[in-house]
């Protein structure tokens, strides 16, 4: 029996820059049964995908030179919270580091300024320097270990990272000014200079720089806080015909659960008993309450605002409608968008090129460089290897994409993946599909015109029971309505449904058509000057179907779907946002043009079948759109899937939920149009970090080899690389934190 395929997801420690991103991905790759492994680097965590056990997961890690352990997220778990209480205690030993570092840094930097030089000229001099040089290797033992070891892992692993860097840099200017303070003989008289200050300052102002991005990296996760704060911890279980208050972990399905006013739905379940209102915003962004009574459904995380209601459950664990969000959530949160595997793919060959920079800096210094031309070769080396730290680099696109996907999440809008929230905001034309995208999606019976002496009684009676167990959304108001005139079903035989045309079947011996004018034409029915009477009904967006008995044509039955309220402001939305807005829809052309003028669309095709529509996604992309597709139904399954990006409507079928990239969890096309706003937004931010972390590297490199120097006798500190390597760090978190305060509407 082959095991089942799971989703873990994995804390990772001593993961210091973008570069080992791709190394802890290889290696989880390369293990057997892995199917998928995404590392979000600004979150620490790796989302893993297959058949392997956790342990082969760890060690692949370890063998890769990092440490991890399995994070917990089932429903109840307290993973978050353990993550939480783990990044704050290692936020408090980076200020501890921070300020050990300083302590000493501070002082020697503060007296190489203003009080003495830094040199080593004299016997006592050698003394005091020697002490100062042991306090430094303490700094860099109790404030700097994790540099080192770090560096250490990536040498065994034939590899570099950020690490590598900080280590060559301080030990470079450490050992030469402990060889100094030995052997100060060796060295001319004006290179007997010591970086004891450097070395501290650059260990302390990375570890700040490390402390605040944590800080402010914590920020990001607020939505997925968010959507777990909303799972109830307990539920009020009918066991034995008694209330029993156990774990949300410990409901089973079927159970029936009690919820009174005030209190959240722990799972997923239909009501039972009881009436009530319940307030679902905090899923689909809907701000209005929804009426619940016997046989709806009620989801969990939901507020009970009023009645008291018992339900059976129906989905438990990790298959309620929440937790599937929050690992939906999570999951797009560790995708990578195209844009970010490009900064992955540089920065795995930024830190051996910044070395050879290093190198050649150095050798610059030493063969054209006035006197000291050590002093000053290593200084530049070690500047180099400390402002190009690609820190900042690695977290530019995860920060914004965290960010982004949250902010879409509290908007009711799920994004699957990156690449579908890059490619949403490169949009250039949205296709729609009319029945429960642009309408509500609940057609009502509007007009029953009879023929041939027919009586409208029967002829609704036959049809009704014709289509009685369709899902259609026009079969079931034909249905609908038969019950609301207390008309009794009759039993039918044979059914068929004939795709884009309409059902046949058979009752009580009658032969039975139902559908639009293909059909009446293919099987042979004369409909006669009746088409006058359906075009007249089409124009005012109703959708006439013609319904015929024994050959002969019964009637002509039309249902109008009505537009949602806010339909026609979303799509004006989209439409002032460059977008070219299509429908498509199987109605006749009438109804269809009478619906686009009301949605205020100017391109539309009608009678297209569910094949077709997927073959119209592909002419527009052709004809070189980026295409969006919307829809709620299972016959738009095939064009969401082909679509650059599907939008399912959440209200939907979950076939076309599964297809989508997107899902709206509520019914309006407002989520549409915040999505591809929230979208833009993302990209625009995660642009502006990896400008920011590009240029700031790539410009910072010569200023830091010393191209100033021949012209104004300035060459960069060491301690200033280090400050403005971690306040780029700082720079990046906080510009994707900024995405906190979008709001989709407002735009």
Not at 99 to 109: E, F, N, T, W, Y
């Amino acid at each position: 029996m082959n095991k089942p395929t799971t989703e873990q997801q994995l804390i990772i420690e001593g993961a210091g820059c973008a570069s080992c991103v791709g190394k802890i991905e290889t290696a989880l790759k390369n293990t057997h049964g892995v199917e998928r492994a995404e590392m979000n680097f600004a979150d620490r965590t790796v989302l893993v995908s297959g058949t392997a056990e956790t342990e082969a997961l760890i060690n692949a890690i370890e063998s890769a030179g990092y440490n991890a352990k399995a994070l917990n997220d089932s429903p109840g778990s307290d993973a978050l919270e353990d993550k939480e209480a783990a990044d704050w205690a290692y936020y408090k030993k980076l200020i501890r580091d921070t300020v050990i570092a300083l302590s000493l840094g501070i002082p020697l930097m503060i007296y190489g300024l203003l009080i003495g030089e830094m040199t080593v000229k004299t016997t006592f001099q050698r003394g005091a320097w020697l002490v100062v040089g042991l306090l430094t290797l303490g700094v860099m033992y109790f404030s700097g270990k994790h540099f080192y070891v770090g560096a250490w892992n990536s040498l065994k692993n034939h590899s570099a990272n950020m690490d590598t860097l900080i280590a060559l840099g301080t030990g470079t200017a450490w050992i030469y000014s402990m060889l100094v303070v030995f052997v100060p003989d060796v060295f001319p008289l004006m290179a007997r200079h010591v970086y004891f200050e450097a070395t501290a300052m650059i260990i302390g102002l990375i570890d700040l720089g490390l402390a605040l991005e944590l800080k402010a990296r914590g920020k990001t996760s607020e939505a997925i806080k968010r959507l777990i704060g909303l799972q109830a911890k307990t539920a009020t279980v009918i066991r034995d015909n008694k209330e029993v208050q156990i774990a949300i972990e410990q409901v089973l399905l079927n159970d029936v659960i009690k919820v009174r006013p005030g209190e959240k739905v722990p799972v997923d379940g239909v009501v039972v008993e009881g009436h009530t209102s319940i307030d679902e915003s905090m899923l689909t962004g809907e701000p209005m309450p929804v009426e619940k009574e016997q046989d709806d459904e009620v989801v969990a995380g939901t507020l009970n605002k009023s009645g008291m209601i018992l339900f059976k459950a129906t989905r438990v664990g990790k298959d309620t409608a929440l937790a599937q969000i929050i690992s939906m959530v999570k999951r797009a949160q560790n995708s990578k968008p195209p844009i970010g595997r490009l900064a992955d793919v540089i920065s795995a060959y930024f830190v051996p090129v910044v070395m050879i920079i290093s190198v050649l800096s150095a050798l610059a210094w030493l063969n054209f460089g006035p006197e000291p031309a050590l002093a000053f070769a290593i200084v530049s080396a070690t500047t180099v290897l400390i402002i190009a730290c690609p820190c900042a680099l690695g977290l530019a696109t995860p920060m914004s994409v965290m960010v982004g996907v949250g902010k879409a999440a509290e908007a009711g809008v799920l994004i699957r993946n990156g690449e579908a929230l890059q490619t949403a905001s490169k949009i250039t034309a949205m296709v729609l599909d009319k029945t429960g995208t642009i309408t509500e999606g609940t057609p009502k019976v509007t007009d029953i015109v009879v023929a041939n002496a027919s009586n409208e009684k029967s002829v609704l009676q036959l049809a009704a029971s014709l289509e009685d167990g369709s899902e259609h959304p026009l079969a079931m108001a034909i249905v609908e309505s038969a019950h609301d005139q207390d008309i009794e079903l009759l039993k039918t035989e044979g059914f068929n449904a004939i795709t884009g045309m309409g059902v046949e079947g058979r009752c009580e011996g009658k032969a039975l058509l139902f559908g639009n004018s293909k059909l009446m034409a293919t099987k042979g029915v004369d409909i006669g000057n009746y088409s006058e009477k359906a075009q007249a009904l089409a124009k005012e967006a109703k959708t006439p179907m013609y319904f015929a008995v024994d050959g002969q044509l019964a009637a002509i039955i039309a249902v109008a779907d009505p537009i949602k309220p806010d339909s026609v402001a979303a799509i004006k939305r989209l439409q002032a946002s460059g977008i070219r807005v299509i429908m498509l829809t199987g109605d006749n052309k009438e109804t269809a043009a009478a619906v686009a003028k009301k949605a205020a669309i100017s391109e539309f095709f009608a009678e297209v079948l569910p094949e077709d529509k997927a073959n119209k996604v592909q002419e527009l992309q052709w004809q070189g759109d980026v295409v969006g597709m919307t829809g709620d139904g299972i016959n738009d399954a095939p064009a969401l899937a082909l679509a650059d990006v599907g939008f399912a409507i959440g209200t939907g079928t979950d076939v076309a939920i599964e297809s989508a990239d997107i899902t709206l969890m509520r019914g309006s096309l407002h989520g549409l149009a915040d999505a591809i706003a929230v979208s833009k937004a993302t990209l625009r931010n995660i642009k502006q970090n990896l400008f920011g972390a590009f240029i700031y590297n790539v410009a910072g490199i010569p200023f830091a080899a010393g191209v100033l120097y021949p012209f104004f006798g300035v060459l960069l500190s060491p301690v200033i690389a280090g400050a403005a390597m971690a306040f780029s760090s700082l720079t990046v978190v906080s510009n994707a934190n900024r995405l906190r305060l979008f709001k989709a509407k407002d735009h």
